[in-house]
């Protein structure tokens, strides 16, 4: 079973910086992998903060587009989302995730979530 395990999170201010990362299972599955970065906030709908391919093409949420940065170390099996200018409404939990589908045959699915890191952001 594939592990995605989150850090970084914590208590940051308003305009502030925090840097997220999702370590993965060692193992060369994560060089086939789109590395996701997912948030919850209290009672609203997980959403998509954003994506990095294994070519390193990203993708981001327009509400955090020129503030935060994904990218991915393929040697530590690591996704990291670097978040600056924060604000309190970006207080959440943030999920790192990968899913997809294996060329075998029939496909195999997968769909991996961390257990998720605390971000708060004070005003």
């Known amino acids: 079973q594939e592990r995605l395990v989150e850090s970084g999170g914590g208590l940051a201010q308003a305009g502030g910086s925090l840097r997220l990362s999702c370590a993965a299972s060692?193992?060369?599955?994560?060089?086939?992998?789109?590395m996701n970065w997912y948030r919850q906030a209290p009672g609203k709908q997980r959403e998509l903060v954003a994506r990095?391919?294994?070519?390193?093409?990203?993708y981001y949420a327009d509400s955090v587009k020129d503030r935060f940065t994904i990218s991915r170390d393929n040697a530590q099996s690591t996704v990291y989302l670097q978040m600056d200018s924060l604000k309190t409404e970006e207080t959440a939990i943030y999920y790192c995730?990968?899913?997809?589908?294996?060329?075998?045959?029939?496909?195999?699915?997968?769909?991996?979530w961390g257990q998720g890191t605390q971000v708060t952001v004070s005003s």
């Open positions: 995730n990968t899913f997809g589908s294996l060329a075998t045959r029939p496909p195999t699915k997968y769909d991996y």
């Open positions: 060692p193992g060369n599955t994560f060089l086939i992998w789109t």
């Open positions: 990095i391919t294994t070519g390193g093409d990203t």
